[in-house]
């Protein structure tokens, strides 16, 4: 398999699953502001949404979007629990907060990071991160991971989102239950592996 990103992108959520599961995986830099490879070829070509992750199958079948990547990944490797099996709570459990931190979370990191939105616009982007934060870390406060008692996809990908906090300036003051929770993630061998190949801390 080849896994088409971008270092300390979204992408990281997916890389860290594949670890997670033992697969072998080709990685394969993207720069996304030129949409090209690094060997120069046009990335579109390989994925017309001109995004990471993309994660190409031994059969050349594409799959895109990080969150059905994610999934794909944990159900082909079920003795990795990174997912649990079809039917049962703790699955809907995870599926739940994948939802959120796909649509609450990144999404609202978005603005942040983009060169065009209004400046005065981005104080109210963080204000509304800091809030869904809180009820994050109230959540962390219940369990060693995020939808329960087991580290799933939605660690990885939280644990991914949540390390751009820092870098577009959030208030993280007295969210202890977070720090503590990046720590255990980030001890995590698959996880270490995965940021170490991808270059960085």
Known sequence: MKLFYKPSACSL????????TGNDVDLV??????????????????NPKGQVPALQLDDNTLLTEGVAIMQYVADSAPQSQLLAPVGTLPRYKTLEW????ATELHKGFTPLFRPDTPEDFKPTARALLEKKLQYVNESLGKSE????ANFTIADGYLFTV???????????EGLTNIDAYMARVAARPAVAAAMAAEGIQ
Do not use: P, Q, T, Y
Request: aromatic letters at 12%; a positive charge.
């Open 13 to 20: 959520a997916s890389h860290i699953a594949l670890r997670e």
């Open 98 to 101: 994948l939802n959120f931190i």
């Open 29 to 46: 830099s993207v720069d996304l502001m030129h949409k090209r490879l690094e060997n120069g070829e046009d990335f579109f070509a390989i």
């Open 162 to 172: 949540l390390r751009w906090a820092r870098a577009v300036k959030l208030n993280l």
């Open 145 to 148: 991971w995020i939808s329960g």
